[in-house]
């Protein structure tokens, strides 16, 4: 176990199921055991501990400060670390509208920091089908997915309740799966270390959908 210190990464876990009796709140502790061990500073980010409404103004629409308390702990989170790891179940072969919801509220929080996707299901594939949903999602949202991506199947069987892999394969596997993520957090935290980039400039989602900063229309010449 290596101890975090001030070099630390720093990675939030956004786990989004929210229903009673859900399972893959114990691949999520899995998960930030395995960073912990790894020295980094993890945050889990539960949507059954931080209840948000249903989308109605986004973080960056509130006055700082102003955002009801969840979304601002929440935001506090999202801008405090340097990538992210998505735990999200298969619902109808996408993701939980919890995670949707919550994933939604934020923006620039996101920007120029990886994510990676864990993926799970009471069955054997593991979620693959919002795998690949998620994929696309982190994608818009600024945070681009590391190739390699963890599915578990059978979640219910696969650990306790604390998050401990009661089938080994999972240790061995997230072995790989976090080496390519810390990689991958390390090289974009340097580039954002060496070059910031101007927030006040649209990004290109927000030129694709004729949009500033501030989320005024742009006018067309
Ligand atoms: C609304 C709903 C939809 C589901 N859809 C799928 C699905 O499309 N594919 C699948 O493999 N399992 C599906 N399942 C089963 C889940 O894999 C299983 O219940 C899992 O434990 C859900 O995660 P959770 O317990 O963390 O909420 C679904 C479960 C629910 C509640």
Not at 62 to 80: C, F, Q, R, S, T
């Amino acid at each position: 176990m290596t101890m975090p210190n001030s070099t630390s990464l720093h990675t939030a876990v956004i786990y989004g199921s929210a229903r009673q009796g859900r399972q893959g709140i114990k691949a999520a502790r899995f998960i930030v055991r395995k960073l912990e061990q790894r020295g980094q500073l993890v945050t889990l980010v539960d949507s059954q501990e931080h209840l948000l409404p249903l989308l109605d103004l986004m973080y960056k629409e509130y006055k700082a400060g102003k955002a009801p308390a969840a979304m601002e702990a929440i935001g506090d989170i999202l801008k405090a670390a340097d990538g992210f790891v998505i735990v999200s179940a298969e619902y109808n072969h996408s993701i939980p509208a919890a995670l949707k919801n919550l994933l939604d509220h934020f923006q620039s929080e996101y920007l120029y920091k990886p994510s990676a996707i864990v993926t799970y299901s009471a069955g054997p594939f593991g979620g693959v089908r919002a795998l690949i949903n998620l994929r696309a999602i982190l994608a818009e949202l600024g945070t681009p997915s590391i190739p390699s991506a963890f599915p578990i199947s059978h979640v219910h069987n696969s650990f306790d309740d604390d998050g401990n892999a009661l089938d080994g394969i999972y240790d061995e596997r997230v072995i790989k799966f976090l080496d390519e993520f810390e990689w991958y957090t390390h090289a974009l935290k340097l580039a954002r270390e060496q070059k910031q980039f101007d927030h006040s400039l649209p990004t290109q989602q927000q030129l694709c959908r004729g949009i500033n900063t501030s989320g005024m229309r742009i006018p067309r010449p």
